[in-house]
């Protein structure tokens, strides 16, 4: 899907696909050290995907410098996820304190969704009617404003496109109510 291929056409071995499709997954291991975490991915391995296709998947995260590790789960219930947990517990125990947020608590909230708009989903810019600059007016006023912000969107871009493929960006970040 985010290397151009349709989703009914995901059965089939396509490399180059996979390797066009890389700059989403390369988007999100960035984004989480962004927060000054530690990545490790976890592969949710289907039974049509190639032995050609792992091998580029995991060779690709380890360029990136994390671990990843193929999950079975699916068909192997909690043995298919050994190597996640061993990766996750390795993190776990580093205990290195180095989680840091993306904002300033006191920045306004349409500053905040900003900040997460450009920095996490690449958009250009944040478009907003006066209704919802003024809803978010109203919540600082009543308190809201030094709260974390949580935006819902599309969970098949980084764009508020569903459309947009890949890891998109100079794209323009419509904010509705």
Same mark, same amino acid.
């Given at each position: ?23 989403? !997954? ?31 998947? !995991? ?119």
């Amino acid at each position: 899907m985010h290397g151009g291929v349709a989703k009914e056409d995901l059965k089939k071995e396509n490399v180059s696909a996979l390797k066009e499709g890389m700059v989403n !997954l390369r988007r999100h291991i960035n984004n989480i050290r962004k927060f000054g975490l530690p990545v490790t991915v976890a592969v949710n391995h289907f039974i049509t995907d190639t032995e050609d296709e792992m091998k580029t998947l !995991l060779d690709f995260c380890e360029t990136q410098g994390v671990k990843a590790s193929k999950c079975t789960h699916w068909s192997n219930g909690s043995e298919g996820t050994i190597e996640l947990a061993k990766n996750v517990t390795e993190i776990c125990e580093d205990k290195k304190d180095t989680f840091k947020f993306l904002y300033e608590d006191d920045l306004p909230l349409f500053k905040k969704i900003e900040k997460i708009a450009q920095e996490i989903y690449s958009a250009s810019e944040v478009v907003a009617d006066t209704k919802v600059r003024q809803q978010l007016k109203d919540f600082e006023e009543k308190g809201y404003g030094k709260l974390p912000v949580c935006i819902a969107k599309t969970q098949y871009s980084f764009s508020t496109d569903p459309n947009l493929k890949g890891a998109p960006t100079g794209h323009v970040f419509q904010l509705e109510r």
